[in-house]
């Protein structure tokens, strides 16, 4: 069917989506949810929406995305029915529980990033691996199947990397790791993510004293020149099905492709050699050991299906990590451990348990040592500046360049004795409503962590926001949630659930 | 956060949908999928699409579905971040394999209908059910949340109705069975869908004879008036959450609320008597008689639950009923049978077997004598004309009336023999690529059926189309699929499948 093009200008996700007037689209026999071919200099699947009023019969409306594909967007196209695609029937296959196979797994991957599964279909796949489970094959398929769909760096022969499961606000480890490792001689291209529920994701936190918008080219480049770098792994289309899965993932709260989502994007930038970093509490996404035990063994077997030396390391994630939490003050943080002006125990071990470790599966003696060794002669330090340099940023860049919010809020002990606990998912949503991470200069710096000794009105943390519309907003939450547990070390009751809910709270806020 | 508002003229399937600039969408905290507070006169919940170019900064693009609830839309219109609905977490339940409770169950099903959900989620739980199950009390509640959530007819204190579970072609019974009931003085409210993957669906084939898109207020009134009605649907709100619920299970093969569906629809009707045909055999839906005997028992269950007294009846479903497929040669063979014009065994017996277990259902005798009855002595023909009459079409329409495609294909026997097999696939597949249940006029007319006796070159069957270009369609289609048997009763082989497939016709094609 010939139908005149008419360019909505609207996105559809990355999808390419064309809007069919319902008459034409009862002519051609398909309904939403179905599948035409477009017919110009090269082929598009695209999935249908039927509109009554908004596209006229005789039109096909397109979707940005198509309009990309298509470059030139001719005056009139050809609109075929298009089959449903095989990657259908092998979800189906996964809904009533049978093994996929590595092809049929390619077929779904290769359906989702190029668009020709509808998000339905891709929610019931991601669903039925969630109800179904997969094992050991699958997973090693799915990694496979997102790496040979997406782009793949090649650095060399040994190559390693570090990951963390995340979950524990203010985790800057990854500051550190990455120079400390690349200074010791090793070859690490570090790409990270964006928050998504989180206060800051390392490339928010990096991005603070440096570019990390960077293309692939850039990228291999510079660790060359450096070993190392510290970018955003959005742009770099590594494993692009996974950020896809991501989104279906996101608001139902599960992750059944979480090892697989993990190894691919270690596959694509081609690494060897894996140190996974999983943070274990009630705080943290792992909330115990023998959760954590499980997850480790699962990671390390398919990091060896994918020759992949795997490592993972078990931490404590019952409390934010140093004491910032927001993009600046982490990274300000960061930099003042690299440069030596700032203890910061908890940071400063986490940081060389991991590099240590990454040195002794590469078979080097006595990690941790050498690990603290390039901190301490300022040699990460210099590695982090030839780094910034290189990705664009200023070589000379002091942790007090990176700007704060303004707006302050202190929250002050109520009564004296020692902070019992803090509750990582009230810190988080603290600093996001001050504005992290989009404000980068939003946070919360923390005086008293877990086990300190507190006086009455000592300041127990202080709320930073760049803009006040954003402190009265944590200000509000605060009158709500109790983050923070203040008392002597035999208090047991944390609160106390009522028909009208009372909560006893160890703080009084001042601004 | 007050943004520019934005007609964007695109129709977003029934869901409110809001396009946001990345920047606002962070600034707002909240990822595509998110959800938004549109604060106007009435508050408004929407699912945000994250747009990077189509979308300006400080502008809020809005669908179409979101302008009509907005009525006059406002130049600047306030958006908050909304939070996860509870029916999620509902959703996020059933995914791991706990059984959801009325409460629960209907904020999900009110989710979907307001628009709350995205498709992602719906699918998630449509694929949750699937794999899951849903036990009686489930689908009890699933059933009384859709009739909840929709509007509701109110005709009386004994209300008749009668479903069939589909997938047989050509099944044009409740033309038939819905003017011998209301002959017969019950009131039979019937309710039809149109087709989605079949040649013809009841709406359609009665929509060649009188207009059957139809308000509920109108219904109402006609039904008052002659006992019953021939009606599409679609457009009445009867458990709207059915028509979304079905979106998401079409392209998946999966249909884990056929009984909620097929329920919901007849309680809202304000059904207290139903009749449920399951045609069963290899071209139906349902395979084999003992999968018909289970479903059988499960919907009687769910029927007493409901309060609807139902009986089952399971009827042959290896061929078309009677000699027509496509709507307009449907409906007229069910006007010839109605006017004792013509002696259509299979369908009369169908129709008579359903009208007479309703009738015994209600408490009367014989029922099978007293539909044929009001069969042969013309008044359910009278019954039907009244009908058309109150529905807005012409009462004295003939058979002769309804125009039927003038492009035609025969298909003669190459041998002589007996029709051994019809393969119902194959004759819906043929309908279909000659233009129905678009081409109101387009489908198949049967001369022979299962166990006719054949000559070489008599007409198996013939094909109309009002196109010539979806003759040649139909026809080409015809070189490829075998939908007919035609051989010795001993003959055992259908066809055999080899590494170069080659399929043994019985029949040769004549235009």
Same mark, same amino acid.
């Given at each position: 069917?010939?139908?005149?093009?008419?360019?909505?200008?609207?996105?559809?996700?990355?999808?390419?989506?064309?809007?069919?007037?319902?008459?034409?689209?009862?002519?051609?026999?398909?309904?939403?949810?179905?599948?035409? *071919?477009?017919? /110009?200099?090269?082929?598009?699947? %695209?999935?249908? @929406?039927?509109?009554? !009023?908004? #596209?006229? =019969?005789?039109? +096909?409306?397109?979707?940005?995305?198509?309009?990309?594909?298509?470059?030139?967007?001719?005056?009139?196209?050809?609109?075929?029915?298009?089959?449903?695609?095989?990657?259908?029937?092998?979800?189906?296959?996964?809904?009533?529980?049978?093994?996929?196979?590595?092809?049929?797994?390619?077929?779904?991957?290769?359906?989702?990033?190029?668009?020709?599964?509808?998000?339905?279909?891709?929610?019931?796949?991601?669903?039925?691996?969630?109800?179904?489970?997969?094992?050991?094959?699958?997973?090693?398929? *799915?990694?496979? /199947?997102?790496?040979?769909?997406? %782009?793949?760096? @090649?650095?060399?022969? !040994?190559? #390693?990397? =570090?990951?963390? +499961?995340?979950?524990?606000?203010?985790?800057?480890?990854?500051?550190?790791?990455?120079?400390?490792?690349?200074?010791?001689?090793?070859?690490?291209?570090?790409?990270?993510?964006?928050?998504?529920?989180?206060?800051?994701?390392?490339?928010?936190?990096?991005?603070?004293?440096?570019?990390?918008?960077?293309?692939?080219?850039?990228?291999?480049?510079?660790?060359?020149?450096?070993?190392?770098?510290?970018?955003?792994?959005?742009?770099?289309?590594?494993?692009?099905?996974?950020?896809?899965?991501?989104?279906?993932?996101?608001?139902?709260?599960?992750?059944?492709?979480?090892?697989?989502?993990?190894?691919?994007?270690? =596959?694509?930038?081609?690494?060897?050699?894996?140190?996974?970093?999983?943070?274990?509490?009630?705080?943290?996404?792992?909330?115990?050991?023998?959760?954590?035990?499980?997850?480790?063994?699962?990671?390390?077997?398919?990091?060896?299906?994918?020759?992949?030396?795997?490592?993972?390391?078990?931490?404590?994630?019952?409390?934010?990590?140093?004491?910032?939490?927001?993009?600046?003050?982490?990274?300000?943080?960061?930099?003042?451990?690299?440069?030596?002006?700032?203890?910061?125990?908890?940071?400063?071990?986490?940081?060389?348990?991991?590099?240590?470790?990454?040195?002794?599966?590469?078979?080097?003696?006595?990690?941790?040592?050498?690990? =603290?060794?390039?901190?301490?002669?300022?040699?990460?330090?210099?590695?982090?500046?030839?780094?910034?340099?290189?990705?664009?940023?200023?070589?000379?860049?002091?942790?007090?360049?990176?700007?704060?919010?303004?707006?302050?809020?202190?929250?002050?002990?109520?009564?004296?004795?020692?902070?019992?606990?803090?509750?990582?998912?009230?810190?988080?949503?603290?600093?996001?409503?001050?504005?992290?991470?989009?404000?980068?200069?939003?946070?919360?710096?923390?005086?008293?962590?877990?086990?300190?000794?507190?006086?009455?009105?000592?300041?127990?943390?202080?709320?930073?926001?760049?803009?006040?519309?954003?402190?009265?907003?944590?200000?509000?939450?605060?009158?709500?949630?109790?983050?923070?547990?203040?008392?002597?070390?035999?208090?047991?009751?944390?609160?106390?659930?009522?028909?009208?809910?009372?909560?006893?709270?160890?703080?009084?806020?001042?601004?």
């Amino acid at each position: 069917m010939r139908l005149k093009t008419e360019i909505l200008g609207v996105e559809s996700g990355g999808r390419p989506i064309v809007f069919l007037n319902k008459y034409d689209a009862d002519e051609l026999g398909i309904s939403a949810s179905g599948r035409v *071919l477009l017919r /110009s200099r090269k082929d598009i699947t %695209a999935i249908v @929406n039927v509109a009554t !009023r908004s #596209v006229r =019969k005789g039109h +096909v409306g397109i979707s940005e995305e198509i309009r990309m594909m298509l470059g030139k967007v001719p005056h009139y196209i050809d609109v075929e029915i298009s089959s449903f695609p095989k990657s259908l029937q092998f979800i189906r296959n996964k809904l009533e529980g049978k093994k996929l196979v590595y092809k049929e797994i390619y077929e779904i991957v290769k359906g989702v990033v190029d668009g020709n599964l509808s998000e339905n279909e891709i929610a019931s796949f991601v669903t039925a691996l969630h109800i179904r489970g997969l094992d050991l094959d699958e997973a090693t398929s *799915l990694s496979m /199947s997102m790496v040979e769909t997406g %782009a793949r760096l @090649n650095l060399g022969k !040994r190559v #390693v990397d =570090k990951h963390s +499961v995340g979950g524990v606000p203010g985790d800057k480890t990854t500051l550190l790791v990455v120079p400390i490792v690349a200074a010791a001689g090793l070859i690490i291209p570090k790409t990270s993510s964006r928050a998504i529920t989180s206060a800051a994701g390392t490339a928010d936190r990096a991005e603070t004293i440096m570019p990390v918008n960077i293309s692939n080219n850039e990228m291999k480049k510079i660790v060359k020149k450096c070993g190392g770098c510290l970018v955003w792994g959005g742009a770099l289309d590594l494993a692009p099905a996974d950020d896809i899965f991501v989104r279906t993932e996101y608001s139902l709260y599960i992750d059944p492709l979480l090892l697989p989502s993990i190894m691919s994007k270690k =596959k694509a930038v081609g690494a060897t050699h894996l140190v996974v970093d999983i943070p274990t509490g009630r705080g943290a996404k792992v909330k115990t050991i023998s959760e954590a035990d499980q997850l480790a063994k699962d990671i390390i077997e398919l990091g060896k299906r994918l020759k992949i030396h795997t490592h993972c390391v078990l931490t404590y994630g019952e409390q934010p990590i140093g004491y910032t939490v927001g993009p600046a003050l982490e990274a300000r943080e960061a930099l003042e451990v690299l440069m030596n002006e700032s203890n910061v125990p908890d940071l400063i071990d986490k940081a060389c348990n991991i590099a240590g470790t990454i040195f002794e599966i590469t078979g080097r003696k006595n990690g941790y040592e050498l690990a =603290k060794n390039m901190l301490k002669t300022g040699r990460a330090e210099a590695k982090l500046r030839q780094m910034i340099g290189l990705q664009g940023g200023n070589q000379n860049i002091m942790p007090d360049d990176l700007p704060i919010g303004s707006h302050t809020l202190k929250v002050k002990a109520r009564k004296e004795g020692q902070v019992i606990w803090i509750n990582n998912n009230a810190i988080v949503e603290i600093a996001r409503s001050a504005g992290a991470p989009k404000d980068k200069g939003a946070g919360i710096v923390f005086n008293k962590k877990i086990g300190d000794q507190v006086s009455k009105d000592d300041i127990l943390f202080t709320v930073y926001a760049e803009k006040s519309r954003k402190l009265n907003r944590a200000h509000d939450l605060l009158e709500e949630i109790n983050p923070i547990g203040v008392g002597k070390r035999a208090d047991m009751v944390i609160h106390t659930i009522k028909e009208s809910p009372m909560i006893k709270k160890s703080f009084v806020l001042e601004r």
